[in-house]
């Protein structure tokens, strides 16, 4: 899906590559994400010099996350730039920062795991429901931001703090 023909690269210099990847594909594997949706591609990979493949272009999608205060499920849009940097791996250059090896014998480049390494990293990993979110009662497990929760009146009343031992016993 997300590959590139490095034949009619070297023909016409410059190729699209563009792909819906289902929330449900095998690429997330692992990566820990939720999508809402496809995942849409579009990439401009063109050669970069001997050797180098510079894929342009962005990534948009939406997340289903969950707040990290409150646990309520967060559907988030995702939209990101994207620049790969392919280097062959038999290049000069193959080790350079940031950049991804290939091989420049074979027919295909595939871009996907680099897609996927990126996306991962470039995710806000925590998210909020809203700035405000009050969050979960650490004791009780409420959610705050119904209203507060009982612990809060009773932490500092010995009375429930005796009751309280009692249960436990
Ligand atoms: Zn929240
Ligand atoms: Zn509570």
Not at 59 to 86: H, I, M, N, S, W
Not at 94 to 117: C, K, S, T
């Amino acid at each position: 899906m997300l590959r590139v023909d490095l034949g009619q690269l070297d023909r016409e210099g410059s190729v699209a590559v563009e792909a819906s990847i289902p929330a449900e594909d095998g690429l997330w594997d692992g990566a820990g994400l939720l999508w809402d949706g496809d995942v849409v591609v579009k990439l401009q990979a063109t050669f970069a010099g001997t050797g180098e493949v510079v894929a342009r272009g962005t990534v948009e999608g939406r997340l289903r996350q969950e707040c990290r205060r409150c646990l309520k499920a967060v559907d988030t849009p995702y939209a990101q730039a994207l620049t790969l940097v392919f280097v062959s791996d038999g290049s000069e250059e193959d080790g350079d920062g940031g950049a991804y090896g290939f091989d420049a014998d074979q027919a295909e480049l595939d871009l996907g795991e680099a897609v996927r390494e990126e996306v991962v990293l470039a995710v806000n990993p925590y998210v909020v429901c809203d700035p405000e979110c009050k969050g979960l009662c650490s004791r009780c497990g409420a959610d705050l931001n119904e209203g507060p929760c009982h612990c809060s009146e009773n932490e500092f009343d010995p009375r429930w703090e005796a009751l309280r031992r009692l249960k436990s016993e």
